[in-house]
T-cell receptor
Framework: GQNIDQPTEMTATEGAIVQINCTYQ??????LFWYQQHAGEAPTFLSY??LDGLEEKGRFSSFLSRSKGYSYLLLKELQMKDSASYLC??????????WGAGTKLIIKP | IAGITQAPTSQILAAGRRMTLRCTQD?????MYWYRQDLGLGLRLIHY???????GKGEVPDGYSVSRANTDDFPLTLASAVPSQTSVYFC?????????????FGPGTRLTVT
């Protein structure tokens, strides 16, 4: 079956660094997406990885290891506005997104 | 309009009633999607459309129907609502379903079936 696993909740301190992990088992792979979703709002696109390695975009970076079925989202210099849920999604062989349940990130001052 | 709009924002509906959730995009995207989001679960695909005039079933299609008469609109209909359809519904669109394009989401409709 298809499965995406990520931690339910994480807590971090303002100004610190946090890594949110995602492991997956899917039928086919056409890339992995990370989305951010603030409470009561729509998901918004953060990053896309299809090749192994690290993609950096400002304070946010995303890493992929296809052989391990593993990705992480790294958030640096955390700000209070980063408090949100972070959704990992894999695009399968039919170009449909399979979504994880999301990781709720709580930032404390 | 900029992006995707959904209506209504929220709705309380009696079980057994018929309801249509509206979704409109102005990005000229070919592909559109309907998801439901429930606490503790990931977004689940209800129905999708690769292009105007075509639709397909997602992971949880039972009790829902869609149509795609033109590029911009993709309404979702609940023929006879049941309490298990209480959820937040998101409409999304992307340029195509034949390449890994990102999906853009509407603001969502919060539906409560009593």
């Amino acid at each position: 079956g298809q499965n995406i696993d990520q931690p339910t909740e994480m807590t971090a301190t303002e100004g610190a660094i946090v890594q949110i992990n995602c492991t997956y088992q899917t039928s086919g792979f056409n890339g992995l997406f990370w989305y951010q979703q603030h409470a009561g709002e729509a998901p918004t696109f953060l990053s896309y990885n299809v090749l192994d390695g690290l993609e950096e975009k400002g304070r946010f970076s995303s890493f992929l290891s296809r052989s391990k079925g593993y990705s992480y989202l790294l958030l640096k210099e955390l700000q209070m506005k980063d408090s949100a849920s972070y959704l990992c999604a894999v695009m399968d062989s039919n170009y449909q997104l399979i979504w994880g349940a999301g990781t709720k990130l709580i930032i404390k001052p | 309009i900029a992006g995707i709009t959904q209506a209504p924002t929220s709705q309380i509906l009696a079980a057994g009633r018929r309801m249509t959730l509206r979704c409109t995009q102005d990005m000229r995207h070919n592909a559109m999607y309907w998801y439901r989001q429930d606490l503790g679960l990931g977004l689940r695909l209800i129905h999708y459309s690769n292009t105007a005039g075509t639709t397909g079933k997602g992971e949880v299609p039972d009790g829902y129907s869609v149509s795609r008469a033109n590029t911009d609109d993709f309404p979702l209909t609940l023929a006879s609502a049941v309490p298990s359809q209480t959820s937040v519904y998101f409409c999304a669109s992307s340029y195509s379903t034949s390449e890994p394009y990102e999906q853009y989401f509407g603001p969502g409709t919060r539906l409560t079936v009593t």
